[in-house]
Structures are given as structure tokens and as C-alpha cells.
């Protein structure tokens, strides 16, 4: 079985700051892992995802997430925050084998930003 | 372009009465479609997912359904809606960079 963990609830940073969200991850095989944020009442957004190559994701807005399989973590990072990046953060895994292509997702963590 | 519609945005529905949720992707074809729920705000629970026409699967037995009459759409339903039905419901389209999800509906059972 495959699982996520985000142990922080909340993440306070202040503005010009660089921020981590913590995720560890567990699964059988090479995992594909995956960010996405969610802002109040609307859907998820895609930030980015590991699947294979250089452990550095980029992805949108500036985040990047290193994954580190001895530590089995993806933790996403970003070096200078903005208010604007205040939100819910998710952090989710997938198996390498195919069939329903069914993601593991975190409880997620919201990120508070203060100017 | 590839794109995912959820709708409506919002709903109010009393206690025992029916609920539909619709949600359609466009530009593509066999779509894997999955219908989550997401309460208070955090965790994600997945409600039910299809890989194709008419093919379900149910991944928690609740007072919830949901059916795939077209490639292209899937519908959330309930015959009688509980307060405990109130949440957050996103429907998500697996591509192959992860997912893309709608919008989602904000629904409060009175």
C-alpha cells in the first residue's frame, strides 16, 4: 500500500522568506510524486512532479521540490515567499504500475505567508 | 485545448432530496475521471473513479453514485441526500503529467 504523510498542519513564514512543506511518502517501487496547491473554494492546481531524473523538481510559480529516496521525502521549497503563495499545499504518490492511476494524496498544509 | 468543466459551483440542497453533479472534459478522448471529496477544507477522499463508458468503481459505500453514460462525462448522484453529504466535490481527469481537476462544487446540505 502506498501512503503520504505531511506532518505539519500549518506552516508560518514571513514574506522574503524561504519556506519548506515537509512530505514523506511510501510506496513499493520507483514512486511518482506530485505537488499541487489549492486556494479557498476552488480546485486543485498542479505545481509539479517527480517521476525520474535529477532528484531538483521546478515547477510553477517559482516552487521547487527535492526528492530524496534514502529519506523517502519530497519536500517543497521555494527561496523567497510571497503573500500570494498562501494556501493549501498537497503533496501526493503514485505506484510505477498502471491500471486505474490512482494517487495517494496527503491531509495537506496550509501555508500562511505574513507580510 | 483539453479541458475540465464541473458545475454547478455551488448548491444548496434540503435533507432527502436528489442530487446531480456533472462534470465533462474536452479535447481528448477515453479519459480516466474520478469524483473526490474534500471536507473542512483539508484531506482528499476518493469517492469513485472510471476508466471508461459505463465502468464504476467505488472506492467508499456511501449514499453516493456515480455514473459514465459518455466518454466525456461523469455524473455524481444521490437519491436522497444526508446532512453528512455536505463537503467540497472536485472532479479530476488523469493526464499524463498527474492530475487536472474542476473547479469543484461547493455543496450544503440544509
Known amino acids: 500500500a502506498q501512503s503520504v504523510a505531511q506532518p505539519e498542519d500549518q506552516v508560518n513564514v514571513a514574506e522574503g522568506n524561504p519556506l519548506t512543506v515537509k512530505c514523506t511518502y511510501s510506496v513499493s517501487g520507483n514512486p511518482y510524486l506530485f505537488w499541487y496547491v489549492q486556494y479557498p473554494n476552488r480546485g486543485l492546481q498542479f505545481l509539479l512532479k517527480?517521476?525520474?531524473?535529477?532528484?531538483l523538481v521546478k515547477g510553477s510559480y517559482g516552487f521547487e521540490a527535492e526528492f530524496n529516496k534514502s529519506q523517502t521525502s519530497f519536500h517543497l521549497k521555494k527561496p523567497s515567499a510571497l503573500v500570494s503563495d498562501s494556501a493549501l499545499y498537497f503533496c501526493a504518490v503514485r505506484g510505477p504500475s498502471g491500471g486505474s492511476y490512482i494517487p495517494t494524496f496527503g491531509r495537506g498544509t496550509s501555508l500562511i505567508v505574513h507580510p | 485545448s483539453q479541458t475540465i468543466h464541473q458545475w454547478p459551483a455551488t448548491l444548496v440542497q434540503p435533507v432527502g432530496s436528489p442530487l446531480s453533479l456533472e462534470c465533462t472534459v474536452e479535447g481528448t478522448s477515453n479519459p480516466n475521471l474520478y469524483w473526490y471529496r474534500q471536507a473542512a477544507g483539508r484531506g482528499l477522499q476518493l469517492l469513485f473513479y472510471s476508466v471508461g463508458i459505463g465502468q464504476i468503481s467505488s472506492e467508499v459505500p456511501q449514499n453516493l453514485s456515480a455514473s459514465r453514460p459518455q466518454d466525456r462525462q461523469f455524473i455524481l448522484s444521490s437519491k436522497k441526500l444526508l446532512l453528512s453529504d455536505s463537503g467540497f466535490y472536485l472532479c479530476?481527469?488523469?493526464?499524463?503529467?498527474?492530475?487536472?481537476f474542476g473547479s469543484g462544487t461547493r455543496l450544503t446540505v440544509v
Open positions: 479530476a481527469w488523469w493526464q499524463s503529467y498527474g492530475y487536472t
Open positions: 517527480y517521476i525520474t531524473g535529477d532528484n
